[in-house]
């Protein structure tokens, strides 16, 4: 096999321009399906961090009635559901793949909430529990955050985000300020804002405002004084941090069977948990991009298919060419398999190059398509693999008839050939 090799690099060689007008058809194929199938993994991983957000892997799980969502601004307090206890916490951070879990509950609009004499107008306010900060990648910017104390003993203090500085307090620092609620009277201990490895860059109107990023900004309360402001327990929503982006649909889909079967006490009240699966919105935007570009992929293969018959036809003009080498080798008692393994090794190695050169040509498109039209890419190491030992079988199949010929050639006729 060695010496087979040798020789294949030796007839590529003495015929250099020929080969290489031979492998293009190959460098094409396979650089046009390296460039596609790395556009299609980079643009699905942008899709998937886009809709879902970098680093984030949070699902939220929220009460429904007939698969709307249960907005208490607006909808009040619905009957029959129980609150969420810290017991049924604990349950669901035991699903699998789930990191934490926090309670919380909302306003769209936070309704009598006043700086001095000014409104809060468009803003939201969220009564949430210890974990809520660390499950949404918050961090405290100014001031402190909410202790165990606070809870415990049910001080009325409150965080507040950038926007609702700039639009509450109108850019002064809000620490140690006090708010009003409702009548109630609250103290800002703390400014907010997302992490930086915290990137959501496209989401759902809901995680939209849910990540606090509305144009008035958001006020966090303790969970535990949320009743004294609206005079009531209210059912909460979930928010589930998975390990795995791809385990967000399953751990979403499990927690809210659990809640609905454990929390909702009249089965008749067309009510249910639900979960927020933006996984499942990211999957079917993907294959919408993947069913495009498969296309693509099947266009390029005629490449390969044009480079194969290409290979064909050379190694049969190389056959013709070395009639009487052929004729002597068997006439000295070369065998018909080493005659055959021979070229075969030869139409293999003029491929697999061909094949190779096709994927430093593909990565550097995929590159410079990035660049130029700022397309994200992802180098995909599989593709790459199973390009260049498509591009070795294209050798040995095309070439298998120029093999099968030349091994069958009479070493008699072939030496009176010149």
């Known amino acids: 096999m060695r010496e087979n090799i040798r020789l294949a690099f030796e007839g590529i060689w003495s015929h250099k321009l020929r080969s290489i007008l031979t492998m293009l058809g190959i460098i094409i194929g396979i650089a046009a399906i390296i460039t596609i199938v790395s556009t299609i993994k980079g643009t699905n991983e942008q899709i998937k961090e886009n809709l879902i957000g970098?680093?984030?892997?949070?699902?939220?799980?929220?009460?429904?009635?007939?698969?709307?969502?249960?907005?208490?601004?607006?909808?009040?307090?619905?009957?029959?559901?129980?609150?969420?206890?810290?017991?049924?916490?604990?349950?669901?951070?035991?699903?699998?793949?789930?990191?934490?879990?926090?309670?919380?509950?909302?306003r769209t609009y936070a309704e009598g909430l006043y700086y001095r004499n000014s409104g809060f107008d468009g803003g939201r306010i969220f009564g949430v529990d210890q974990h809520y900060m660390d499950v949404y990648g918050y961090r405290i910017k100014?001031?402190?955050?909410?202790?165990?104390?606070?809870?415990?003993?049910?001080?009325k203090v409150a965080l507040v985000d950038g926007n609702a500085v700039s639009n509450l307090f109108g850019g002064d620092n809000p620490v140690n300020q006090s708010i009003e609620i409702q009548g109630e009277v609250f103290t800002v201990v703390g400014v907010v804002t997302l992490s930086e490895d915290f990137?959501?860059?496209?989401?759902?109107?809901?995680?939209?405002?849910?990540?606090?990023?509305?144009?008035?900004?958001?006020?966090?309360?303790?969970?535990?004084?949320?009743?004294?402001?609206?005079?009531?327990?209210?059912?909460?929503?979930?928010?589930?941090?998975?390990?795995?982006?791809?385990?967000?649909?399953?751990?979403?889909?499990k927690a809210a069977t659990m809640l609905t079967e454990s929390q909702i006490v009249d089965p008749n009240s067309k009510l249910?948990?639900?979960?927020?699966?933006?996984?499942?919105?990211?999957?079917?935007?993907?294959?919408?991009?993947?069913?495009?570009?498969?296309?693509?992929?099947?266009?390029?293969?005629?490449?390969?298919?044009?480079?194969?018959?290409?290979?064909?036809?050379i190694m049969l003009v190389s056959v013709t060419e070395r009639t009487s080498e052929i004729g002597l080798k068997k006439a000295i008692g070369a065998k018909k398999r080493r005659i055959l393994m021979q070229f075969l090794t030869e139409a293999a190695v003029l491929t697999s190059l061909g094949g190779i050169i096709g994927v430093i040509s593909g990565v550097i498109l995929a590159q410079l398509i990035s660049g130029m039209m700022q397309i994200p890419v992802a180098i995909s190491i599989g593709a790459i693999v199973i390009a260049v030992v498509f591009s070795m079988l294209i050798g040995v199949i095309f070439g298998l008839l120029p093999a099968t010929k030349a091994a069958k050639l009479n070493p008699i006729e072939a030496l009176r050939r010149d």
């Open 54 to 106: 970098a680093g984030n892997n949070v699902v939220t799980v929220q009460l429904n009635r007939n698969g709307s969502m249960v907005d208490m601004t607006w909808d009040g307090v619905p009957q029959g559901v129980r609150v969420i206890s810290e017991e049924t916490r604990k349950e669901l951070e035991e699903i699998h793949g789930v990191e934490k879990v926090s309670l919380y509950t909302a």
């Open 142 to 155: 100014s001031g402190r955050g909410f202790t165990p104390e606070d809870y415990e003993t049910h001080r």
């Open 199 to 253: 990137a959501p860059a496209i989401n759902t109107i809901h995680d939209y405002y849910l990540y606090a990023d509305t144009a008035a900004g958001s006020v966090f309360l303790p969970d535990a004084v949320w009743p004294s402001v609206y005079q009531f327990d209210e059912p909460q929503s979930v928010a589930i941090k998975v390990s795995s982006t791809d385990g967000m649909t399953t751990a979403g889909q």
């Open 272 to 313: 249910d948990y639900r979960s927020q699966d933006m996984l499942e919105q990211a999957q079917q935007l993907q294959s919408m991009s993947e069913s495009t570009n498969t296309q693509l992929i099947w266009i390029a293969s005629i490449s390969l298919l044009v480079g194969g018959i290409g290979v064909m036809n």
